[in-house]
Structures are given as C-alpha cells and as structure tokens.
C-alpha cells in the first residue's frame, strides 16, 4: 500500500471514533491468536490503536507509571534474559503424570510467575510439597495470592532466586526459562540433585546433554518437557 493509502486509512479509522478503533485492536488481537500469539498480548493489540490516536490526551505521568508497572512484571527479563510466559494447563497434567510416575514427594517450579503450576501440582497431589520460587516482585505476590486464594497448605510461593536454592531438596526441579540460563542451571543440578530424581525442563533442552526422555504434550504449541534422570 502506499504513503498516501496508508494516510487515507488511518484518516478513515480516525474519524470512525472509539468503536472503529476497538474494532481494529480486538480484529488484531484475534488474528494474532489465531497465528498462535500468546493470550499476554492481547490488551496489547486491543489498546494500542487507542493510544496511537488519543495519546495527547493521556496525562504524561501515565508513561512512567506504565514503565514501572511493566518493570516489577518482566523484573529478570533483562538481568537473567528470561521472560514471563506461562506453563498451560496440558502441560500442567503432563507433570502431575510424572509426579505420580515417580512417586515425588517434593516439586519445585524455579521461576514460578503466577504460580499455576504450583497450585495446580499441589491440589492435585495432597501429599507433595510443590515449591515455586519468584523475585519479579508483582508476579511474586500475584501467585501468593492465587496460593492463598486456593487454600493449599502444601503449596508455598518463596521470593528467592533461583540460583540460590539448594536443589538436593527436591524430587523434581521443574523450570520453563530461556535458552540463556540453561546450561549454569543444569550444571547446578548436575552438582546438587541427589541420584535418581529428575531435572524437567519446558520447552529449552540443555545444550550438549541427552535428555533421558522427551514428552510431546498434546497441546496447540507443541511443548516438549526434556527430562533429564540424574
Ligand atoms: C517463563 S516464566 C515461567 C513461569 C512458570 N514457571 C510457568 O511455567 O508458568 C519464567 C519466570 O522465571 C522468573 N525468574 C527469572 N529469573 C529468576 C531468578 N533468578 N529467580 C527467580 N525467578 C526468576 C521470571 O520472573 C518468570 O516469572
């Protein structure tokens, strides 16, 4: 499309006022889910066409206060290079199997976000001890409250870095990061997990280390859990 046919649109969109507007952000929103884009971006997609065109009328504090409230989420997305995105439910009964398969009496999730997996390990298995571990501060005290909120008592959400965990504590060390932190990680639990429990890693296989096995969830983003026995 040219210059001009581009100016001509955004001049139309313009002037068809606020339902246009939501039109074009719920319309890009759901395309974006139907190519696969995760759920977090759609108030992104629903807003933006709004702050595009009112922007001068939004108060410049506004600015600031979005920056801040953005940081305390994706708190270790610039120091560790791991983002927030969330486990999904499918995967959450992929675990709950290996729980149950492996007898596991302690589970933790290193890097918990909003607790989901935690919660939904420890309903599902009164028995366990299903540990998150967060230091984004909002996420942190989003999933104690969610932890709260579903009366687990075997469920517990700590603020403490990953790196600082004694993993021989655990069953299973569960951890959907990034890339980046994969291999310190596991060479931490190589030196730390006791014989015969399981390191389980979403999505991001451990470079140069064979996993024991590898899940294939059944879910619409093909999650793989690489395990690895130690
Ligand atoms: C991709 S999310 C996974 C969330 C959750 N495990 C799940 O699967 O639903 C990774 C999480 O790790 C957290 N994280 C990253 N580095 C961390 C660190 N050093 N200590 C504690 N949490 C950390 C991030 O804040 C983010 O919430």
């Not at 959907?176 to 730390?192: D, N, T």
Request: with cysteine; glycine share 8%; hydrophobic share 50%.
């Amino acid at each position: 499309m040219s210059l001009g046919g581009l100016w001509l649109l955004t001049q139309g969109i313009t002037q068809g006022g606020l339902p246009i507007l939501l039109l074009q952000g719920v319309a890009a929103a759901a395309i974006g889910r139907v190519f696969g884009l995760s759920l977090l971006w759609v108030p992104v997609q629903v807003l933006l066409p709004l702050a595009v065109v009112y922007n001068s009328s939004v108060p410049s504090w506004v600015y600031p206060a979005a920056l801040v409230f953005c940081l305390l989420i994706y708190w270790n997305s610039a120091s560790e290079q791991v983002p927030l995105y969330l486990t999904n439910r499918r995967t959450w009964k992929a675990l709950s199997d290996m729980v149950e398969a492996s007898k596991a009496q302690s589970f933790v999730d290193l890097g918990s976000g909003i607790g989901g997996v935690v919660t939904y390990l420890a309903g599902a298995h009164p028995a366990l001890k299903a540990i998150g571990l967060e230091t984004a501060p909002l996420v942190f005290l989003a999933s104690r409250v969610r932890v709260m909120l579903a009366r687990r008592a075997n469920a517990q959400v700590i603020y403490k870095s990953i790196w600082d965990e004694d993993l021989s504590a655990h069953d299973i060390v569960y951890c959907f990061l990034s890339p980046v932190p994969m291999p310190r990680m596991f060479a931490k639990a190589k030196a730390e997990m006791r014989p015969g429990t399981l390191f389980i890693s979403n999505s991001f296989a451990v470079p140069g280390e064979e996993p024991t096995r590898v899940i294939d969830v059944a879910d619409g983003r093909k999650t793989k859990l690489y395990v690895y026995t130690m």
